[in-house]
């Protein structure tokens, strides 16, 4: 290594250190692990830091998604808007925010986007989207706006700091990726207080607009921090081998093993269980949008509307988010696989107890599978956030998972547009009973997954 002749030889930096000090080590299967530095030789500092600041920036852009639906009414009035209007306008703003994912992925692992330069890029359409939003009166341009703008630049964030947990915990993901993937669904709640309350004709644009300027800024902040590991980097404290160390990391391992090595794209597509995660993902993400979608309306029709207001969308919100930061942790100790299967199953017996309920005209049943669904419709999500580079590496993540993720584009269109064609077709019922179905199919299709390139504990405890 050539000395930098403005550093003196006996004080090297920490970067540097760290860089004599690793080793690249292989497991059987022919996995690199980059081994030797810790945390703090790369970062300066813990790396929980890339827990806590993903964390806030999910919280702050989870208020164009979970709160949306509290500006409603406002925004109808004050721009002249109808019901269907402002179903669009989320419903472009879901397939772009979903979208961006897989492209934004393949710039980066390219080396055209860094973390950082991705996180500023997104937290200016996300203020572009809310500056629409309050200005723009015809709804073509809103849409636009908003929809288009804001949700990639909300995508953008929302991919980069999934894929920036799974990098630096590849260890023991689980917990950190519900953690942070949590963040926005609860970080919406002061937002649908303040679109409850204090939001309204008269002062809207001044809201709207300092909205947008809060997301922005949080987000840029957030992202001056930002940095990823090396590739193929792996925590020194723990053996990749052997996975001996730290007691309660290898645990987690032992049920989550890492991948045995790094797929790209084409290689993670050919095995079959990329595209039976997206498949998974296209079914269950339906049936959470599905649930959102019409729960209310379905409660109006019983007879629940006054408790179901009251009961309001920022608990939801609260059971949604908190609910993946549960599954998270769980699936460190139950195992990944096991975890998803159990939380679709409860999402799929959700729909049918929703129906129970409404038959009964029970509120308070009603409300206890309505919030059940809420669990289960949200805590999917970090699941398979933690699964994918669980079975195929942590080098093509972010494409890797963009490809996954982007099977909500689907979901946006058959979980609302379809979804009402169902229930003018077969009512609620039979809406919710469908719903119900496809969930329960695509915890059979979750059974089916299985990490490439390992073979069952028994045929290695036997050979």
Same mark, same amino acid.
């Given at each position: 290594m050539t000395a930098d002749p403005y550093e003196a030889p006996t004080a090297p930096s920490p970067a540097d250190a760290a860089h004599r000090r690793?080793?690249?080590?292989?497991?059987?299967? =022919?996995?690199?692990?980059?081994? =030797?530095?810790?945390? &703090?030789?790369?970062? %300066?500092?813990? &790396?929980?830091?890339?827990?806590?600041?993903?964390?806030?920036?999910?919280?702050?852009? #989870? $208020?164009?998604?979970? !709160?949306?639906?509290?500006?409603?009414?406002?925004? #109808?009035?004050?721009? +002249?808007?109808?019901? #269907? /209007?402002?179903?669009?306008?989320?419903? $472009?703003?879901? @397939?772009?925010q979903a979208g961006i994912a897989f492209p934004a992925g393949w710039l980066r692992e390219r080396g055209h986007l860094s973390a950082r330069s991705a996180m500023y890029i997104g937290? %200016? *359409?996300?203020?572009? +989207?809310?500056?629409? *939003?309050?200005?723009? /009166?015809?709804?073509?341009?809103?849409i636009l706006g908003f929809g288009v703008v804001g949700g990639i630049g909300a995508g953008l964030v929302y991919a980069t700091c999934i894929n920036m947990v799974g990098k630096w915990f590849p260890e023991r993901r689980g917990a950190r990726t519900g953690f942070v993937n949590g963040g926005f669904a609860y970080g919406s709640l002061p937002f649908i207080f303040i679109f409850n309350y204090g939001f309204d004709t008269a002062n809207y644009h001044r809201v709207l607009d300092l909205i947008g300027a809060y997301v922005m800024i949080v987000v840029v902040v957030c992202a001056f921090f930002f940095k990823d590991p090396p590739k193929n980097w792996w925590p020194a404290e723990i053996d990749p081998l052997s996975f001996s160390g730290d007691r309660e990391n290898a645990a #987690? *391992?032992?049920?989550?093993?890492?991948?045995? &090595?790094?797929?790209?794209?084409?290689e993670a597509i050919r095995t079959g269980m990329l595209p039976l995660m997206w498949l998974s993902v296209v079914m269950t993400a339906g049936v959470s949008i599905f649930g959102i979608s019409f729960q209310v309306d379905f409660?109006?029709?019983?007879? @629940? =509307?006054?408790? $179901? !207001?009251?009961s309001s969308m920022g608990v939801m919100a609260v059971v949604n988010g908190v609910g993946r930061g549960v599954v998270g942790w769980l699936s460190d100790r139950w195992g990944r696989k096991s975890t998803l $299967?159990?939380?679709?199953?409860?999402?799929?017996? !959700?729909? @049918? %107890?929703?129906?129970? !309920? +409404? +038959?009964?005209?029970s509120e308070w049943l009603f409300l206890f599978f309505a919030f059940l669904s809420g669990f289960g419709g949200g805590a999917f999500?970090?699941?398979?956030?933690?699964?994918?580079?669980?079975?195929?590496?942590? /080098?093509?993540?972010?494409? /890797?998972?963009?490809?996954?993720?982007?099977?909500?584009?689907?979901?946006?269109?058959? %979980?609302?547009?379809? =979804?009402?064609m169902v229930v003018g077709a077969w009512g609620y019922n039979g809406a919710y009973a469908l719903a119900g179905g496809v969930s329960m199919l695509a915890a059979l299709v979750a059974l089916l997954l299985r990490q490439p390139g390992r073979a069952p504990a028994r045929t290695r405890t036997a050979g």
């Open positions: 690793y080793r690249e080590v292989t497991d059987s299967h =022919g996995r690199v692990y980059r081994v =030797g530095e810790t945390d &703090r030789d790369l970062l %300066g500092h813990s &790396r929980k830091i890339m827990v806590y600041l993903p964390w806030i920036a999910m919280m702050a852009i #989870s $208020v164009f998604e979970y !709160a949306y639906g509290s500006a409603e009414d406002t925004l #109808s009035h004050a721009h +002249g808007w109808t019901q #269907s /209007n402002t179903f669009w306008i989320l419903s $472009v703003w879901v @397939f772009f937290s %200016g *359409l996300c203020l572009l +989207g809310f500056l629409a *939003l309050s200005h723009l /009166n015809n709804v073509l341009p809103a #987690s *391992l032992a049920k989550n093993p890492p991948a045995v &090595r790094q797929y790209t794209p084409k409660a109006k029709e019983v007879g @629940f =509307g006054p408790l $179901v !207001a009251a $299967v159990f939380v679709i199953v409860v999402l799929g017996l !959700a729909q @049918f %107890g929703v129906i129970w !309920a +409404g +038959g009964l005209k999500y970090p699941l398979f956030a933690a699964l994918t580079p669980d079975y195929f590496g942590e /080098n093509y993540n972010a494409t /890797n998972y963009g490809l996954v993720y982007s099977g909500k584009l689907i979901s946006g269109l058959f %979980g609302g547009g379809l =979804g009402s």
